[in-house]
């Protein structure tokens, strides 16, 4: 018994509700449980406090009566009736584990429930074929990508990721790794994936021209030489004989500026371990892991909106509503593409539409040129674009705009003190 225990027991039963609650479609019960756990983790548990007694939560935004009353049930009997009563109905258990499952949300997870579907096992059979078309893939890889992935292996993706692009692609294109990696997590539950390149820019005629060939070039099947980049050896000789499989098993989702799919690292097989051909990455420890199907998603946005596309993907998901709320409050609209004034009757600019797809002012022609001061966009990871960044504004037809190199420059013109990737 630690003297956190009592938090992690809080913050656990009120998770296991929100879980409930979202698996049901009740939005904003599952806000309101979701709130009240953020509010216990950064006021309490992040400080080293314990909660001892309710009172310490009263008058806390987040901490509702409701809400109040069930962390002191908790805190005075251990437990919370609620919460067995809910997570006990098959029902529920069902729709938790439904929409556990990539591309079943609460009303297909209903509808399932309602055919008399209750185990992963019913839902592969689907007699009914109820299931939507990205369920039936995800279902395939459903149990091993729920095992959460080391921050070292994702190290790994990110390094194989940039060589098959270094040498299959292009050489200029740039690829960090966002989410919760990014912030620094001991592990992932999947690999997210930003992609630039410097020489893009959301006004040209074919702003989305690299996601489809990075995909298709992972799709490849990657011969052993890029799985011996990873060893730092220097026998890049690929094994006549050794298989190749490719890196994108299987895909949810393809558009032109996301991507959603299954990956893998590509690793020595069993049978040829004792081929002298073929080296072992990571030396040996790592290789049952290396095994293991895991989610990879990848954005593209153009250089012009990477600052704040790498802010918005890296998260985590209540900073980022905490940010957009201070830049309304400012007068300002962040999104995953850019920061722009509002203009004085609140309403956004114009220049995107909702869709993130940058639509061309007539003024501003086909000529996009450099910015006045050629700016390098750093990012604290390194890794950062090391190019031109091509002036996404001022020049243009759209005044309200704001250009940013950085995600330092967000945070700077929003009059907020740079918070480190792992701090948010
Ligand atoms: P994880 O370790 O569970 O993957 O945690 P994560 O990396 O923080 O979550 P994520 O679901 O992979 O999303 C990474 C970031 O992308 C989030 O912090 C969020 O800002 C953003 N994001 C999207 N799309 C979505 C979405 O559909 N749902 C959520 N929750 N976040 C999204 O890009
Ligand atoms: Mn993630
Ligand atoms: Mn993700």
Redesign the pocket.
Known sequence: MTKMDANRNIVATLQSIADVYRSQGQIHKFHAYRNAIETIRHEFTGKGIAIVSAEQLKGMKAIGKAMYEKIDEMLRTGALRQQAVVSSDPTNVALKLFTSVHGVGPVAARKLVDAGYRTLDDLRTDTMNLLPPAARVALQYHEESEIRIPYDEIEDHLEFIRAVLRTQVDARLIANV???HRRR?DT???I?VLLTHPASHSTSDSPYEYLAAVVSGLKRPQPDAAATSLASSRSAVPSPTAPSSPYILASLAEGSSKYMGYCRLPYPPPSSSSSASVTEPGGGEGLPQRAITRRL?IRWVTADFYPCALL??????TF?VNMRLHALKMGYTLNEYRIAKLSRDGSPPSGVTPAGIASVSPDRGTVSRPSASPARMASPEGGGVGGYVVGATAAGGDEQSLEVTSERDVFRILGLPWTDPWDR
């Open positions: 966002c989410g919760s997590a992932s539950g999947d997210d998603d918005y993907f890296t998260g985590s998901d980022n």
